[in-house]
């Protein structure tokens, strides 16, 4: 009879252990703000809009000199820059995105998808509807959104002190009204000029070479001794005499 109890006891405990493994399993970080929640953890192999999402936040992260693709697609360049953003706040460094890392992304962004320290008004003072320039509005909304994430890493590999940002998005109005070049990458809203304040030009340029920024000017090229530019074009440009680079 004991037996006869103990079998259906038993039985129930491992059922209930199962259903408790499986939402161990199944569990997804809970939703930080109005902007975007990842629903699994990412690995290598893994592809989908939700990786395209995690590599606009990491892309400051691509190593000395590098440049991490947005392309969906978690592979090695991929894995790395996660593994560098994890160790640049004290996580495992596993590159594997799983729910502290995304806990972090969530503190580190706020409801419009830009990070804490930066915004869409900093990088845009020339019109609010992001038209006029070289590509669509969306376009260069999109492109302005990346160079801030990247902007926030370098930042915090500075030290968390702010980098004051002078200009971002022209229209070609505001492009010619301000002497710019007629190609300038101001026109595809994929770059930002930056002040001296707490760090240098030479030192705003000497560390944005760790953080996927493709273009970067400053002082001792023609027209940027008071001002050190950072961009993501698509081939790379880096001159600043000044600075060694």
Not at 70 to 92: E, H, K, N, S
Request: net charge neutral; aromatic share 8%; glycine share 12%.
């Amino acid at each position: 009879m004991t037996i006869r109890l103990f079998r259906p006891l038993l039985a129930m405990v491992l059922f209930a252990m199962s259903l408790f493994a499986g939402t161990v399993a199944m569990a997804v970080p809970a939703h930080a703000d109005g902007c975007f929640t990842w629903t699994r953890t990412l690995a290598q192999g893994a592809s989908g809009s939700d990786v395209t999402q995690l590599q606009i936040r990491v892309a400051g992260y691509p190593g000395s000199g590098g440049l991490l693709g947005i392309d969906g697609a978690y592979g090695p360049a991929t894995a790395a820059a996660v593994a560098r953003f994890q160790q640049a706040y004290g996580l495992p460094a596993n590159g594997v995105a799983d729910t502290a890392t995304f806990s972090k992304i969530y503190a580190l962004q706020d409801n419009d998808c830009t990070p804490v320290n930066f915004s869409f008004a900093e990088l845009n003072n020339c019109n609010t509807t992001w038209s006029g320039g070289a590509v669509s509005a969306p376009t260069a909304k999109a492109n302005a959104l990346r160079t801030m994430w990247k902007l926030q890493a370098m930042r915090h590999a500075l030290g968390d002190v702010p980098i004051t940002v002078t200009s971002g998005f022209r229209s070609r109005a505001c492009n010619a009204a301000v002497g710019g070049a007629a190609d300038s990458r101001h026109l595809y809203g994929d770059s930002a000029d930056l002040a001296a304040g707490p760090h240098s030009l030479c030192e705003l340029a000497q560390q944005a070479r760790n953080h996927g920024f493709s273009g970067i000017l400053g002082p001792g090229y023609p027209g940027h001794n008071d001002h050190t530019h950072v961009d993501h074009r698509p081939s790379r440009f880096w001159s600043a005499p000044t600075c060694g680079i």
